[in-house]
């Protein structure tokens, strides 16, 4: 792997990613690495690793990587950023073919006290999914260019701000300072975009809107909550149902774990299907639960916690030719 091929093929990783020279010396790290360690990507080439690891013991294993010629993992080394934080990764560390190493660095979230089995499962999942998000909005770009006929490279255009959104969901995710990004919402701005990608799927549903078009806007990640809808409308789906009804209204008196919302707005997903199995209702927005082979049990779970995470929360009725999760916000949060 070599200077100008080795960056052209690393910058646009989303994993932090170092080449470093016989001295230990950086000569290149690319835009994800120099974001997370508060520095210039110019300001970082010539510093020496050492600036950058904490640990003797970490430095060595670098050193002993170089002269043995050998894979080396550091397991939450501490890392020193350029603003003076210091920063907990894991490190793979590889000979590159110049003679030098390959640094890679994946960031670990800050410990804190209250850390659900979910939220890590997520950050674990997160972190897979990065790298192969970068490679999508690679592939997205050079089909978006080569591409003949507007509706094609809208598609692709389509494509591409998908892995954008779900590249910052993931780095929210790993990175416990990307808190979420709360702003207004317009709900049904997301509900016309939910709609788009799903008449992009391969056998898109039938689509009805049931719109209060005099309900404000809610307060929330617009990101987070979109996510939200797109779990919920592919879940009706893959669950059966061949028509999808988005509905909007305002509720009042809604029990919010040991809240009461004196206002919220709902918003219900509803499907035609032959409804959510008897066996699996009392469990179903519990990780790791599905109802299919193939499934996850990942996207009921992490929608329930996106939505308490609003002060709001996620419900499910079903019978057989109905089933319905509403998703309720509070509109008092609205500033």
């Not at 089995?117 to 978006?144: C, D, M």
């Not at 702003?183 to 997301?190: D, F």
């Not at 409804?275 to 009921?300: I, K, Q």
């Amino acid at each position: 792997m070599r200077g100008n091929a080795a960056s052209s093929g690393l910058e646009q990783l989303a994993t932090g990613v170092a080449l470093v020279d016989a001295e230990l010396r950086v000569r290149w790290v690319n835009a994800a690495l120099a974001e997370l360690l508060g520095s210039g990507m110019r300001s970082a080439v010539g510093q020496p690793l050492a600036l950058w690891l904490c640990s003797p013991d970490d430095l060595a294993q670098a050193q002993r990587a170089l002269d043995e010629s050998r894979f080396v993992q550091l397991r939450e080394a501490a890392l020193s950023a350029f603003d003076e934080r210091t920063l907990k990764a894991d490190l793979a560390i590889q000979p590159a073919d110049d003679g030098g190493l390959l640094v890679e660095v994946h960031a670990l979230a800050a410990s804190a006290p209250a850390v659900s089995p979910l939220s890590a499962t997520l950050r674990g999942f997160a972190h897979e999914v990065k790298n192969p998000l970068a490679g999508l909005r690679g592939a997205a770009q050079l089909l978006q260019r080569r591409v003949d006929g507007v509706e094609l490279q809208a598609l692709a255009g389509l494509i591409i701000d998908e892995a954008d959104r779900l590249a910052a969901l993931a780095n929210r995710l790993l990175h416990r300072d990307g808190a979420a990004r709360l702003g207004t919402v317009n709900i049904h701005e997301l509900l016309d975009r939910l709609a788009e990608l799903m008449r992009a799927e391969p056998t898109p549903p039938r689509l009805r809107h049931d719109y209060d078009p005099s309900l404000p806007d809610v307060w929330g990640d617009a990101d987070q909550l979109q996510q939200v809808l797109l779990n919920l409308a592919r879940n009706a789906v893959e669950a059966g149902g061949r028509t999808l009804t988005l509905r909007t209204r305002a509720e009042h008196g809604v029990r919010a774990g040991a809240r009461v919302l004196r206002c919220a707005l709902r918003v219900d997903v509803v499907d035609d299907g032959p409804g959510v199995p008897a066996e699996l209702r009392d469990t179903l927005f519990e990780p790791l639960v599905s109802g299919r082979v193939d499934g996850t049990g990942l996207g009921l779970a992490l929608s329930r916690e996106i939505a308490r995470e609003h002060g709001g929360e996620l419900c499910c009725s079903s019978h057989p030719g109905e089933t319905v999760f509403s998703l309720y916000l509070p509109l008092e949060h609205a500033p």
